[in-house]
């Protein structure tokens, strides 16, 4: 033990002792400390891609995210060329905030990749890095290629229900500006699509089933195509699946109704005369119109529709969301001249939202004059209108009852499609207004399929399905069926036969016209895999029932 040296003292001094009293009986403070994560100050390679679009596109992220804002609208022109027009025009999209443009950082590669010919019809599936978004090139009834189809402008876009431009393609014009063998977009998986050449100026030879490929730096990107897909043809990277689109994703915002297509009408020009202000020109069989629109400061938009009929302007304010997807407010001002005819194809406003959704049997089975409304004389028949979906007569309406078109029954009575019998030439009948989600081929198909009836789907049994349906067709044993082969009469007489005939051009992987048995089979066998799985070469009634939409 030590002592204090002689002469020192260790005791408090008075200061100190009342300092020690008054900490020691004072009610306790709490000091609360933040400590923030320090910010991302090194930005990523994927935000530099927009740096050619600055003060039009604008960027910022987080540690996991890149959030995208712009107007969607592109500095080049717009709609030239356009052969199958639904009389929608550009209009300012506010992608901002929190409804910005969302792309991983991280890219997950999927463990099974989703494809662009069977999902995501609706949406977006890219993103220019103009800040122009783009979607699938098949359109949203599943089957239409937007392109072959004459939709397109010379850029590759178009304008959708609510008026907000997009692409279709791939963007290459782009490269023009971000320079030749630099991404000219990024897909919503957050892996970058280039134009038809790698980064050493040389097309890519070994793309995979979704347009893309590794680079030398090992990191896998997508390519532009001059044929089917065009682009991503599915996602490498994973992404969710939403109401058959990508989630999360921004919304596009509308002022007026969806518009229906104009027969005869091509468009020839698009002006941007001053900020804000713009002009589509178009002809119907050689009759020159045009509309002109203003954009204010608070969304609202003035139409000036103009033939040689006179000119009828319409003023539009921005749609109030609610139920049913929003409320229009609309006025009408008498036209300078006559009406002119046929440059609008007025729809009703109740009636684009049931068109969107592709027709809802039960608001058909009430809507009997077919105006878009319920009215209360129709209110009043309702249950009446009902029944007309009981096609069985049990006095009760099941979903199936619902899912046909019409309410009609399987005779088709009424003028509706006949539903074929399981095995006959040409399958079921295709896709109708109204019907459920498309369910897998190999899940409506199974009790055809299953020869051995032990409720089990073998590879061999798919495999052995695909190869019959392709011979049925396939008569000179060549192993190649032309699309002459594929329309004879009769054809094969397998569960498979009308899935082939019908998908030819989806299960003609090269685009060359022509359909071989390896694509048949392989088709066949990518449906299976999709099912398959603990992947043990089997589909059981658990996996089958899993994989019901």
């Not at 069977?118 to 800040?131: C, D, P, Q, S």
């Not at 304008?159 to 320079?179: F, N, Q, S």
């Not at 695909?466 to 569960?495: C, H, I, M, P």
Request: a neutral charge; aromatic letters at 6%.
């Amino acid at each position: 033990m030590l002592d204090a040296h002689e002469g020192h003292s260790h005791a408090p001094s008075p200061q100190a002792q009342k300092k020690i009293i008054r900490l020691n009986t004072e009610t306790p403070q709490v000091h609360l400390v933040v400590q923030r994560r320090p910010a991302d100050t090194v930005r990523p390679d994927l935000a530099k891609l927009f740096d050619p679009f600055k003060g039009k596109v604008d960027v910022r992220f987080d540690r996991d995210y890149l959030f995208v804002e712009s107007n969607g609208m592109p500095d080049h022109s717009m709609m030239t060329g356009i052969t199958a027009w639904q009389q929608q025009v550009p209009l300012p999209q506010s992608y901002t905030g929190g409804n910005a443009w969302t792309i991983p950082l991280h890219p997950v590669p999927a463990k099974n990749p989703l494809s662009t010919k069977e999902h995501f019809f609706r949406g977006a599936i890219a993103l220019a890095v103009n800040g122009v978004p783009i979607f699938n090139p098949i359109k949203n009834d599943g089957k239409t290629d937007t392109l072959k189809a004459g939709e397109l402008d010379q850029w590759g876009g178009h304008c959708g229900r609510a008026d907000d431009y997009h692409y279709h393609i791939a963007p290459v014009h782009l490269e023009k500006i971000v320079g030749a063998g630099n991404p000219v977009a990024v897909a919503l998986d957050g892996y970058p699509i280039y134009g038809y050449n790698d980064p050493n100026g040389k097309p890519p030879t070994d793309l995979d089933w979704l347009n893309g490929h590794k680079g030398p730096d090992g990191k896998y990107h997508y390519h532009a195509t001059k044929q089917f897909p065009y682009l991503n043809g599915g996602f490498y990277g994973e992404v969710v699946e939403r109401d058959g689109q990508v989630d999360p994703q921004p919304r596009a915002g509308g002022v007026r109704p969806a518009l229906r297509g104009l027969k005869g009408a091509k468009i020839v020009g698009f002006e941007n005369p001053k900020p804000n202000s713009y002009v589509v020109h178009y002809e119907v069989f050689g009759d020159k119109r045009s509309v002109e629109y203003t954009v204010a400061d608070n969304g609202s938009v003035t139409f000036n529709f103009v033939s040689s009929q006179g000119t009828q302007t319409e003023n539009y304010t921005p749609r109030q969301r609610g139920a049913g997807g929003g409320n229009d407010r609309r006025n009408t001002e008498p036209p300078t001249g006559r009406q002119p005819q046929g440059n609008r194809g007025r729809a009703d406003e109740g009636r684009g939202e049931v068109e969107r959704r592709g027709g809802d049997p039960i608001v058909k089975a009430l809507d009997s004059n077919g105006d878009g409304r319920i009215n209360k004389a129709e209110l009043r028949a309702a249950a009446q209108a009902l029944r007309t979906l009981d096609s069985n007569k049990d006095g009760q309406v099941t979903a199936e009852e619902i899912r046909r078109p019409g309410g009609q029954r399987q005779g088709g009575e009424g003028g509706g499609p006949q539903r074929r019998q399981p095995g006959q030439a040409g399958g079921p009948r295709g896709p109708q207004p109204g019907d459920g989600p498309r369910q897998p081929w190999i899940l409506v198909h199974a009790d055809e399929i299953d020869l051995d009836k032990d409720k089990i789907i073998s590879r061999d049994e798919i495999v052995g399905e695909a190869t019959k349906a392709f011979a049925g067709y396939d008569t000179n044993n060549d192993g190649k069926l032309s699309q002459a082969e594929l329309s004879v009469r009769g054809g094969s007489r397998s569960a498979m036969g009308g899935f082939l005939k019908g998908h030819s051009k989806e299960i003609d992987r090269d685009g060359d016209g022509i359909l071989t048995r390896t694509e048949a089979i392989g088709n066949a066998e990518r449906m299976f895999a999709k099912m398959d799985g603990n992947k043990d070469g089997k589909i059981s009634a658990t996996e089958m029932e899993a994989s019901r939409r």
